[in-house]
């Protein structure tokens, strides 16, 4: 007799704490060993920044003072997930528009390194160092930014603007 199996696609959405909420500026705890519930906060974490088409989404974002972010930016490389990620070295400069899932409707200019290497722990808590440039560079940076408390807004060339939702 064959075995159905069958898969589990649930998708789970977690609210999103907005600029003001306490929790965006405080410090995130490492994470030690990684636990079912951990498991799945990355998995509501992926489908939450997925709905909200965001490129990355950090634990305070969602309320919890973890170290974890989740990035996409969408260039076909699918979901990175950093757990306790790390900047080693940064070089070089890029200056562009930046947004964030916690301040919906802005963006603002920013500068930030052109080339990252970080190192961080994977959904199994295997280490793996990463290479990034361009958009992807930007994006860890802003979400390791998440992580200790701070917000793109404290980076910002200028005043921020009003973006349409079709900009973002
Ligand atoms: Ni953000």
Not at 72 to 93: F, K, Q, R
Not at 100 to 111: F, M, N, Q
Not at 113 to 141: G, H, S, W
């Amino acid at each position: 007799m064959a075995a159905i199996i069958f898969m589990e696609v649930e998708m789970a959405f977690r609210n999103i704490r907005l600029q003001g909420d306490p929790v965006l500026g405080k410090k995130c705890r490492e994470i030690t060993e990684m636990t079912p519930r951990i498991r799945e906060l990355i998995e509501d974490m992926l489908d939450t920044m997925y709905e909200a088409n965001g490129v990355g989404l950090a634990g305070p974002q969602v309320g919890v003072l973890k170290r974890v972010v989740v990035i996409d930016t969408g260039e076909g490389e699918g979901p990175l997930v950093m757990v306790n990620p790390v900047i080693l070295t940064t070089s070089g400069e890029q200056t562009g528009d930046e947004g964030c899932l916690s301040l919906p409707g802005k963006a603002g200019t920013v500068t930030r390194p052109d080339y990252v290497k970080a190192v961080a722990y994977d959904r199994d808590m295997n280490q793996f160092t990463i290479e990034a440039t361009d958009l992807l560079a930007r994006a860890i940076c802003h979400e390791v930014d998440h992580l200790d408390g701070h917000m793109y807004t404290e980076l910002v060339q200028g005043s921020l603007r009003d973006v349409s939702y079709d900009d973002e």
